[in-house]
């Protein structure tokens, strides 16, 4: 129903940046949280940082300060702003979404999740 795209991945070195994007298929905001998550091989999927219908905003305390999550209404798109990015940080991202409020702890929880994009790569280099 609800359909997610990723993209912006790609390799940087360490200390590099990128900007991952989420679209949307239809306007979500007003009634979906969102997320970003990422599953490195070998590890669990782990939450990275997320948004809920009531503006919450949560990171995960490894990137705190280094990523920030943001969307834009009109575009019906979720950011994912990575900066100072390190190579642990390597792993698939994936943007998912939500029906309704999880607050700050659920947002960081994959099984609360029902929608999810196709995931795209982001690898560091030291």
């Known amino acids: 129903q609800v359909q997610l795209v990723e993209s912006g991945g790609g390799s940087v070195q360490s200390g590099g940046s990128l900007r991952l994007s989420c679209a949307a298929s239809?306007?979500?905001?007003?009634?979906?949280?969102m997320g970003w998550f990422r599953q490195a091989p070998g590890k669990e999927r782990e939450g990275v940082a997320g948004?809920?219908?009531?503006?919450?905003?949560t990171y995960a305390d490894s990137v705190k300060g280094r990523f920030t999550i943001s969307q834009d209404n009109a575009k019906n798109t979720l950011y994912l702003q990575m900066n100072s990015l390190r190579p642990e940080d390597t792993a698939m991202y994936y943007c998912?979404?939500?029906?309704?409020?999880?607050?700050?702890?659920?947002?960081?929880?994959?099984?609360?999740?029902?929608?999810w994009g196709q995931g795209t790569q982001v690898t560091v280099s030291s």
């Open positions: 998912a979404s939500a029906l309704g409020r999880l607050g700050s702890w659920g947002l960081l929880q994959p099984a609360y999740f029902t929608y």
């Open positions: 239809k306007y979500i905001y007003s009634s979906y949280s």
């Open positions: 948004i809920d219908t009531s503006g919450i905003i």
